[in-house]
T-cell receptor, first 110, second 113 residues
């Protein structure tokens, strides 16, 4: 089956700096790569996603890049704000099954 | 729309007891799924369904059963609870399979003693 690895597990940045979270996957059949944000005690919420036919996608301060050849994708958050503090999960899907990374706890220091 | 709803919010079981976690969505979504979330392990797929009457196993299906008799409901049954099933359970749905936004329910926190 698919194996998704996510790094780092914890990340602290100063407010206004950028944050980058990286994920790798193993199954070349995976074709959909969402990113979720989960605040403490809350449900995961989709923040951005990318499909295998696209190399990059941006939504305001958030961007995701995908390298199919190397089987890795990354989340980039620019101009971080304290409200960006949360746990972020990457995932890879072949259409039916979703495999999640183990999460990155992001802390934005004011 | 209420979105994805789950009941109960919290449950304590004794080892060997059975129970059903309820999940419902009112968005006419075809795809529904169940995950468990354990510290340091992310979310792991238990079972999923691509439509009424169709279910399949995910990554960690042992000890759980599901059925999908209607589009709206996707209950998860624990047959004989074990302490290893202590976890937070999330139900999720999307309009269809294959690269659609998944909407998660609020979760059920289960403690098995």
């Amino acid at each position: 089956g698919e194996n998704v690895e996510q790094h780092p597990s914890t990340l602290s940045v100063q407010e206004g700096d950028s944050a980058v979270i990286k994920c790798t996957y193993s199954d070349s059949a995976s074709n959909y790569f969402p990113w979720y944000k989960q605040e403490l005690g809350k449900r995961p919420q989709l923040i951005i996603d990318i499909r295998s036919n696209v190399g990059e996608k941006k939504d305001q301060r958030i961007a995701v890049t995908l390298n199919k050849t190397a089987k890795h994708f990354s989340l980039h958050i620019t101009e971080t704000q304290p409200e960006d503090s949360a746990v972020y999960f990457c995932a890879a899907s072949n259409g039916n099954q979703f495999y999640f990374g183990t999460g990155t706890s992001l802390t934005v220091i004011p | 729309n209420a979105g994805v709803t789950q009941t109960p919010k919290f449950q304590v079981l004794k080892t060997g007891q059975s129970m059903t976690l309820q999940c419902a969505q009112d968005m006419n979504h075809e795809y529904m799924s169940w995950y468990r979330q354990d510290p340091g392990m992310g979310l792991r797929l238990i079972h999923y369904s691509v439509g009424a009457g169709i279910t399949d196993q995910g990554e960690v299906p042992n000890g759980y059963n599901v059925s999908r008799s209607t589009t709206e409901d996707f209950p998860l049954r624990l047959l004989s609870a074990a302490p290893s099933q202590t976890s937070v359970y999330f139900c999720a749905s999307s309009y269809r399979r294959g690269g659609e936004t998944q909407y998660f329910g609020p979760g059920t926190r289960l403690l098995v003693l």
